[in-house]
């Protein structure tokens, strides 16, 4: 299945979460086992031998693909969680959202120090998210070898935004 084939399968809802927005709906990407499975094949490929130690995912989309990515490395799942949902002490953060702002966090004992970390999300938009989430990894001790999505909004400008950061999506529009 190539990126065109995947990129088929993203439905576009208009005006959701407020209006102005195209939300770009994945569930009907990962409900076509297939495709899933492309898109969690091709990161698990691209990273299965760059010295990654932990997975983070960025709640709560960025869990559906940290997960199955984690899992087949071999290595530890880091959930980036809104607050209040994590137990022990945390790091958070505030960021601007292009419709808003909002808060991560992330234990503070989640990573070794100097932790080689892929973060991985659904989508880049315009990186005030994942931004956030990579200041969390680096305050908490890791080190952020990539930011991977399933898709990426080119004209949004989100990877200028991550100057500094490798990034990689599979999906591009």
């Known amino acids: 299945m190539t990126s065109n084939d995947l990129a088929s399968l993203v439905r576009n809802i208009p005006d959701f979460p ?3 927005i195209q939300f770009k709906d994945i569930t009907t990407l990962i409900g076509n086992g297939p495709a899933f499975n492309q898109v969690i094949s091709t990161m698990v490929e691209r ?4 010295g990654i130690e932990a997975v983070a995912g960025v709640e709560s989309r960025g869990f559906i693909f940290s997960a199955p990515i984690a899992l087949q490395l071999g290595v530890g799942l880091v959930p980036v969680r809104k607050p209040g949902k994590l137990p022990a002490d945390t790091y958070q ?7 808003g702002s909002n ?5 503070r004992d989640a990573l070794t120090p100097g932790a080689r970390v ?11 998210t994942i931004l956030a989430a990579s200041q969390l990894i680096e305050r908490a001790g890791g080190s952020v070898a990539e930011l ?6 080119t004209f949004l400008g989100g990877r200028e935004k991550l100057a500094g950061y490798p990034v990689f999506s599979v999906i591009q529009y």
Request: net charge negative; no cysteine.
């Open 18 to 20: 407020q209006p102005g």
């Open 93 to 99: 953060i505030e960021y601007e959202l292009e419709y």
């Open 47 to 50: 990273y299965r031998n760059a």
């Open 148 to 153: 991977a999505f399933v898709i990426e909004l």
């Open 118 to 128: 892929l973060l991985v999300d659904d989508l880049l938009a315009t990186g005030g």
């Open 103 to 107: 808060k991560l966090e992330i234990h």
